[in-house]
């Protein structure tokens, strides 16, 4: 409702609109499902979602004492998110055996999944490497069929709002 609301108020003052929304959007975060993709897409205001790998959690790595990198021994940011739910770990196992049954990466599976989505424009990828790059590039080249979308979302329940105050 609030972007909603700073829209209407652009409109009303004459000054320019939004022509981007960057929302927080992932498999396992699709709160921005409900009202801000249709919103968006109804509006044609370009969507263009930050993390969509869940701050790397999506590309395998896991979270705490037992993850694969610094990062997910480390980022307070994550626990903020509230990653690392049940829910959270079924959907990355289904990331990675995915990935695993393609021949691919998990991060290319879940950035895959992202540019699946209508309504997305371009995601956000933070690359700090190399490979980030070519792992991007892999991921417009990855068609997923419907089949394999409906598993990866299967495990999805809605969550509290996260990622904005």
């Given at each position: 409702?609030?972007?909603?609301?700073?829209?209407?108020?652009?409109?009303?003052?004459?000054?320019?609109?939004?022509a981007?929304m960057?929302?927080?959007?992932?498999l396992?975060?699709?709160?921005?499902?409900r009202?801000?993709m249709?919103?968006?897409?109804?509006?044609?205001?370009?969507?263009?979602?930050?993390?969509p790998m869940?701050?790397?959690?999506?590309?395998?790595t896991?979270?705490?004492?037992?993850a694969s990198?610094?990062?997910?021994?480390?980022?307070?940011?994550?626990?903020?998110?509230?990653?690392?739910?049940?829910?959270?770990?079924?959907?990355?196992?289904?990331?990675?055996?995915?990935?695993?049954?393609?021949?691919?990466?998990?991060?290319?599976?879940?950035?895959?999944?992202?540019l699946?989505?209508?309504?997305?424009?371009?995601p956000?990828?933070?690359?700090?490497?190399?490979?980030?790059?070519?792992?991007?590039?892999?991921?417009?080249?990855?068609?997923?069929?419907?089949?394999?979308?409906?598993?990866?979302?299967?495990?999805?329940?809605?969550?509290a709002?996260?990622?904005?105050?």
């Open positions: 409702w609030q972007f909603a609301r700073m829209i209407d108020i652009a409109r009303a003052k004459g000054h320019a609109e939004f981007s960057q929302n927080y959007y992932n396992v975060y699709r709160e921005e499902e009202e801000m249709p919103f968006c897409a109804n509006d044609g205001i370009a969507v263009i979602p930050w993390s869940a701050r790397g959690y999506l590309a395998g896991g979270l705490g004492e037992k990198t610094v990062r997910g021994r480390t980022d307070p940011f994550s626990v903020t998110l509230g990653l690392g739910s049940r829910q959270d770990e079924a959907i990355r196992k289904r990331v990675v055996e995915t990935a695993e049954k393609l021949g691919t990466k998990p991060a290319v599976v879940a950035l895959a999944w992202v699946s989505k209508p309504t997305v424009t371009s956000i990828i933070g690359a700090s490497k190399p490979h980030h790059l070519a792992d991007a590039v892999a991921a417009t080249e990855l068609k997923l069929d419907a089949r394999t979308i409906a598993k990866l979302e299967e495990p999805y329940q809605s969550k709002i996260a990622g904005h105050v």
